[in-house]
Each structure stands twice: as structure tokens, then as C-alpha cells.
């Protein structure tokens, strides 16, 4: 199976959970792409930077940080540029300050799903990480299971 994780991560966050995912489907002799969109600006109003190709990947994992309390302005951008002509498996990581995904968690697992499964994409597993919580590295934990979960019901 061809997985590919499509991510934003500005301060790294995210990036840090995608790894150890990475490294639980490697220890299972998987293959993993990862494909970060770029921003053209941190400081000031972000823009995406590249278009990467989500249908190249069997199962890709997209992943975003929540900014200004709804999904960031860079995965929004992709998505609306994003485009599939086939079928493809998908599952959704946000991470975010807050504990409460109701300051932007929510929304911005509401606003992926929503252009993804237009594009075709089929959702088979959503996660979110507060990175303010104290359990964060117990909630961490239990979304790369979900995920991991979620391919391992691909075969
Ligand atoms: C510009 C900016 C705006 C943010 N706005 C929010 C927000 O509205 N709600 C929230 O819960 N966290 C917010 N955060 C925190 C990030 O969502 C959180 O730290 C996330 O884990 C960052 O992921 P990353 O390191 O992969 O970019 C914001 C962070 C930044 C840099």
C-alpha cells in the first residue's frame, strides 16, 4: 500500500507525531512518503508554497495544526487545489493548544473533511492532539493507534 502523510507543521507540533507514526509503520516493514506543504511566509499572511499530488497515495494521512481557531490557512489553501480522479483512503490529524476542540479542533476537522470527501477521499479515521493538555503524550498515542488501526483494516 502507497501512504503518504500530507502535512503543515510551523513549529513542529505536528510534525512530531507524524515521526513517531512514521517510525510505528516502519517497525511493520511499511513504506511511509512525507510530504510537508511549504508557507511562504510565517511572519506575516500565510500562503501555501507547493501543491503536492494527493493521488499518488492508496492511503495518505493529512495533518494540520488549528490557527486563529479554525483549520490553518495553508491546509485550506491545498485543499481547495487539491484534486483526486480516483478513489483514495484517508485519515485526519489536527493538533492544537487549547484542550477544548471546540476552539478551532472541531471546525477545522469539519472544514478537511468536508473538501477531501469531495475530492473523493473516503475518511477512515479522525484524531486530534491538544499539545496544552497534561495527557498530551497519552492522546498522542491513542491517535497513531487509530490511524495505524485504520490502515491495518485496508488490508
Ligand atoms: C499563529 C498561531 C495561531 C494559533 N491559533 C490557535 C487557536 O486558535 N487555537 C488553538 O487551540 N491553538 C492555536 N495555536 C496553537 C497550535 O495550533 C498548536 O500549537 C499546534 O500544535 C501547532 O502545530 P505545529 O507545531 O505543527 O504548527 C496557534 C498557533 C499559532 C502559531
Not at 502507497?2 to 513517531?20: A, K, M, P, R
Amino acid at each position: 500500500m502507497n501512504i503518504g502523510f500530507i502535512y503543515y507543521s510551523e513549529t513542529g507540533h505536528t510534525l512530531s507525531v507524524l515521526e513517531q507514526l512514521k517510525n510505528a509503520l516502519e517497525k511493520e516493514g511499511r513504506n511511509v512518503r512525507m510530504v510537508p506543504l511549504l508557507c511562504d511566509n510565517t511572519k506575516g499572511v500565510r500562503h501555501l508554497g507547493n501543491r503536492p499530488d494527493i493521488a499518488e497515495f492508496d492511503f495518505v494521512v493529512i495533518a494540520s495544526p488549528v490557527q486563529a481557531f479554525q483549520l490553518c490557512q495553508v491546509m485550506k489553501e491545498y485543499l481547495k487545489v487539491a484534486f483526486s480522479t480516483h478513489q483514495f483512503k484517508y485519515a485526519l490529524l489536527v493538533t492544537q493548544q487549547l484542550k477544548n476542540a471546540f476552539w478551532g479542533g472541531n471546525s477545522a476537522i469539519r472544514r478537511m473533511r468536508k473538501d477531501i470527501d469531495a475530492m473523493g477521499g473516503l475518511c477512515m479515521a479522525e484524531t486530534i492532539v491538544h499539545w496544552g493538555a497534561y495527557d498530551r503524550d497519552a492522546q498522542a498515542k491513542e491517535a497513531i493507534e487509530a490511524i495505524v488501526d485504520a490502515i491495518h483494516e485496508q488490508e
